[in-house]
């Protein structure tokens, strides 16, 4: 079954501290994997995806086939970055399906 | 650009009622996706309108049915509307070139609340 998992419901951290937001996969094939993110009182928005391999915002977010995970990491959070994230996975074929996990809340405390 | 547009923001209706919703995708764009969350939920995949054809179909019931038009915007259809269809209601557009998908622009939203 193609799903994906993202186990925390809420991240809380303070400004300057180093983030991880965890995300879990299943697909048989090879997928691809993106991070959404939605900010208070705006659309939900794409902030990367894996097969770019680039940093956004300070973020980045590595697949790892093995582990089937697709964390999405920053070494210094800042205020601004508090929102709600989403990890998404596409299958392979043309499709434009998105999978979306349950979400994380990232809160970063001054 | 205004980016996608969808209508009515808010919607309250009763159950066994049928309600639309609409959207109008980003410029440019020709592929028009619908998606319901419930809430504290991610997005759930309802289908996906191309060419004024559904291409693909999610795990939901007929009573879900949708449309696509020249202009490219498209409608969400819900009839025999139950208590758990209360959702946020998201289209998302995408350009489909060379049968590449190169990512969605999502809408707002519609909040859809059935009592």
């Known amino acids: 079954a193609q799903r994906v998992t993202q186990p925390e419901k809420l991240l809380s951290v303070f400004k300057g501290a180093p983030v991880e937001l965890k995300c879990n996969y299943s697909y048989s094939g090879s997928p691809e994997l993106f991070w959404y993110v939605q900010y208070s009182r705006q659309r939900l928005q794409l902030l990367l995806r894996h097969i770019s391999r680039e940093s956004i915002k300070g973020f980045t977010a590595d697949l790892n086939k093995g582990e089937t995970s697709f964390h999405l990491k920053k070494p210094f959070a800042q205020e601004e970055d508090s929102a709600m994230y989403y990890c998404?996975?596409?299958?392979?074929?043309?499709?434009?399906?998105?999978?979306f996990g349950q979400g994380t809340t990232l809160q970063v405390k001054p | 650009d205004a980016g996608v547009t969808q209508s009515p923001t808010h919607l309250i209706k009763t159950r066994g009622q049928q309600v639309t919703l609409r959207c109008s995708p980003k410029?440019?764009?020709?592929?028009v996706s619908w998606y319901q969350q419930a809430l504290g939920q991610g997005p759930q995949f309802i289908f996906q309108y191309y060419e004024e054809e559904e291409r693909q179909r999610g795990n939901f019931p007929d009573r879900f049915s949708g449309h696509q038009f020249p202009n490219y915007s498209s409608e969400l259809n819900v009839n025999a509307l139950l208590l758990g269809d209360s959702a946020l209601y998201l289209c998302?557009?995408?350009?489909?070139?060379?049968?590449?998908?190169?990512?969605?622009?999502f809408g707002s939203g519609t909040r859809l609340t059935v009592v």
């Open positions: 998404a996975l596409r299958g392979s074929g043309n499709t434009g399906k998105l999978i």
């Open positions: 998302a557009s995408s350009q489909l070139r060379d049968s590449r998908f190169y990512g969605y622009t």
């Open positions: 410029s440019g764009h020709d592929t």
